[in-house]
């Protein structure tokens, strides 16, 4: 059965700093590219990062750029999302999403963790 298990989402203060963990299992994980994407209300869902199955060439959308990073642990079948300066229009559900590097048929999203930036 696959699962992804996000966490590490909350309440902070502006420039605040949160990680998020998106834990899997059911697939093999060193197959897959993983992504975050965000949505907030009443907006569509945006891609946020990408790595690679490998963990190399990061990529991030231009609003994150220089605050956030994704990584992830292999070993652990675990990725993340390092984000830092936060801002309120960082606001959103956050998703990871896992996306086999060949078949990409195979794609698969956790349940999401809220992010709530705020003073």
């Not at 990062?49 to 220089?66: C, E, R």
């Not at 984000?83 to 956050?94: G, Q």
Request: aromatic share 10%; hydrophobic share 35%; charged share 15%.
């Amino acid at each position: 059965q696959v699962q992804l298990v996000e966490s590490g989402g909350g309440l902070v203060q502006p420039g605040g700093s949160l990680r998020l963990s998106c834990a899997t299992s059911g697939f093999t994980f060193s197959m897959f590219v993983m992504r975050w994407y965000r949505q907030a209300p009443g907006k569509e869902r945006e891609l946020v990062a990408t790595i690679s199955s490998v963990g190399i060439g990061p990529t991030y959308a231009d609003s994150v750029k220089g605050r956030f990073t994704i990584s992830r642990d292999n070993a652990k079948n675990t990725a993340y999302l390092q984000m830092n300066n936060l801002k309120p229009e960082d606001t959103a559900v956050y998703y990871c999403n896992a996306q086999h590097r060949s078949l990409p048929v195979y794609k698969y999203w956790g349940q999401g963790t809220q992010v709530t930036v705020s003073s």
